[in-house]
């Protein structure tokens, strides 16, 4: 029987500004880790008149991405200098990043290239510390996933 751990996960990213591990081992992930949620469907069932049904397969892989971070976490301040980077840097660097996800165990993986970081964390100061939400939007993503089959 497979089994699963989170420490089998790593998320990195990869653009003009910097390129580090984001998400996983030693990252101060919280324990909602991370997701990818692909935004469109991939089919569009047309019905005619007469019954019959047309598909048609939509050309975009566009997802979101959220990475969930301890407040602790050192993660966040290297994606702070990031989006603020990217950002000072007008059109010419921002979408130029690529998250890429790993399960070293599973064979899992996903790319998400064309990205961008959809808005700046909401931040909470209160008595516990919070956990920060970064997300991100990809143009196009490309998800593989594995057999979790050990060999």
Known sequence: MASYSFLDNTLTINGPNGSFTIGGPDTGSADEGFDIDFVEDADTMTPGADGSTMH???ATKRAGWTLRLLKTSPVNAQLA????????A????WGQNTL???NAVSGDSYTGAQTAFRKFPRNVYAKNANMLEWTFNSGQTDPQLGSLTVQ
């Open 100 to 102: 890429t996800m790993t």
């Open 56 to 58: 048609s397969l939509n």
């Open 81 to 88: 200098n990031m989006y603020n980077a990217d950002r000072s």
């Open 90 to 93: 007008g059109s010419q660097q």
